[in-house]
Each structure stands twice: as C-alpha cells, then as structure tokens.
C-alpha cells in the first residue's frame, strides 16, 4: 500500500468517526429538546449522517482497509444554543471535508457519492442555521 492510499484510509476513518459521532448526538438531541418539528428534524440528520457513515465504510472497504474501532460518545448538551453553535462549526466542517474527499478519490462512483454527501452536509448547515436564529430571537427552544 503506498502513502497516498494510507493517506486516505486514515482521512476516511476519520470521516467515519465524525459521522458516527454526529448521528448518536442528533437522537441525542432529539430525545432531549423540541417539539415534534424538531426532533424529527434532528432524526432526520442522524438518519442522513448514519447513511454517511456507511457509504464510508463501504469506500473503505474498497480500499481493502481495516475498519478500525470507532470511539462514539455524546457530548454535554445542558444548553441547545451553545450546542448549535458547536454543530453549525461540524456542519461547515463536513462541507468542507466532502469536498476535499471527493478531490481525493479517484473513482467517478465515489466522487459521485461525495458530491452527493456535500450537498446533504450544506441543507443540514443552512436548516442548523435557521433553527439557531430561532432559538436565539425567541429564547426558547421549542
Ligand atoms: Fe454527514
Ligand atoms: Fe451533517
């Protein structure tokens, strides 16, 4: 195996985690705040960031790499506004990480993938983003 493909199994494993993280955090979030909108919201990411995590699983397994152990923890949530802010960072962050993935694989089929997975990373921002300023405006978090 030569750097470049290590290179991108450790970017891919990194990926996995991220997204594993995020899903068990929004059924987190959905058991803790909202109303019905928003907790089917939150569902609603988790499902999409759980549906992330396997098509990277799936890249990593043509690579013919190990899947490691993916640590999953939930994170503090004692206060929706502060952790919308965190997740808004995560979001832009997996924008960004879809584009830098898919400059990386070679294949059409997964760069396909990639493009996809960063289209669902920036509705996933912009509706965070909408949700923040409510909450903000309206100091509540229903
Ligand atoms: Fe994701
Ligand atoms: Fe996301």
Excluded: W
């Amino acid at each position: 195996m030569d750097d470049k493909q290590k290179q991108m199994i450790e970017v891919l494993q990194q990926g996995l985690q991220d997204e594993m993280n995020s899903a068990y955090n929004y059924i987190a979030l959905a058991g803790k705040y909202g109303n019905g909108a928003i907790k089917t919201d939150f569902l609603n990411y988790a499902s999409d960031e759980l549906n992330h995590a396997s098509k990277l699983v799936r890249m990593l397994q043509q690579f013919d790499a190990e899947v490691e152990e993916i640590p999953v923890t939930a994170d503090e949530m004692d206060d929706l506004y502060l952790y919308l802010i965190e997740y808004m960072a995560r979001e832009e962050s997996a924008v960004f990480y879809y584009e830098a993935l898919e400059k990386l694989v070679q294949e059409p089929g997964m760069q396909r993938m990639c493009k996809e997975m960063q289209g669902e990373e920036q509705v996933h921002l912009h509706k965070m983003k909408e949700l923040y300023q409510r909450v903000k405006e309206q100091n509540c978090y229903a």
